[in-house]
C-alpha cells in the first residue's frame, strides 16, 4: 500500500493496490496490518456511506468533541471529491491550518484524519458515494460544525461559492474560531 503523509503529517494519504483482470479489479479496500505498518492502529467502529447527487455539494467541517472524537479513514467508490482535513488541536503547531486531497474512484486513494481535525468535502462530479470508517461511534451532542468557507482557515476549495450545495445545518456553522478549546494537542 502507498502511504504518503500530507504537510500536516497526521494527516495520510493512503492507496491501496487494485488487482484488475479481464472480469474488473480486486481490492483490499482495508487491512490491519497494512495499516498498522502506516502506524495507523486505532480500531474502526461505524463504517459511514453518503451518496451526493451534485457538483458541488459540500458536507462540513465537522468533527465529534471528545469523548466521541473520530478518526477517519476516507475513500470513494464512485465520482470524486477534494477532501479537506483541517487541524483544530489547540497550541498545535499546524492549529488552524488544512491539508487536501482529491479522492476518486478513479484514483483509489483514502484518506486518514485523525481525532482532533474537521473534516470536509466537495463533490468534484455528480452521483459521488463516499464511504469512511470512524473510529468513534455517532454521538449528535457532541458534533460541532464550522464555515466551510470561513476566512479565517481560507481554504483553496476548488469550487465557486456560488454553486456550491450545501445543508441548513452547513449553512448555518460558525467560522473557526468557535472551535478554540475543542481539542488539545498532544506532542509526540
Ligand atoms: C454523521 C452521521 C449522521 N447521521 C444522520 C444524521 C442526519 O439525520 C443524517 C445526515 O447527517 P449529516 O447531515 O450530518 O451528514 P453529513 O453532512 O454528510 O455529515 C458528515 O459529513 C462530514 C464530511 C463528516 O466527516 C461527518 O462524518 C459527518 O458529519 O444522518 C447518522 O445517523 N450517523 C452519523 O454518523
Known sequence: M?????SIPEVILLTPPRFGDNRGFFSETYN???MA?????????QDNQSLSRQKGVVRGLHCQLDPYAQGKLVRVTKGAIWDVAV??????????????????????SQLWIPPGFLHG????????????????????????????????????????????????KDLAA??????KGWFSYNKG
Open 121 to 168: 468535502f466537495v463533490t468534484l462530479q455528480e452521483e459521488t458515494e463516499v464511504l469512511y470508517k470512524c473510529t468513534a461511534l455517532y454521538n449528535k451532542s457532541s458534533e460541532r460544525s464550522v464555515k466551510w468557507d470561513c476566512p479565517e482557515l481560507n481554504i483553496e476549495w476548488p469550487i465557486d461559492p456560488q454553486n456550491a450545495v450545501l445543508s441548513e
Open 32 to 34: 490491519y496490518d497494512a
Open 37 to 45: 505498518k502506516a502506524g495507523l492502529t486505532e480500531p474502526f467502529v
Open 2 to 6: 502507498k502511504v504518503v503523509p500530507l
Open 174 to 179: 460558525p467560522g473557526f474560531s468557535a472551535a
Open 87 to 108: 487541524d483544530a488541536r489547540t497550541n498545535s503547531p499546524t492549529y488552524g491550518k488544512w491539508v487536501a486531497a482529491e479522492l476518486s474512484a478513479e484514483n483509489w
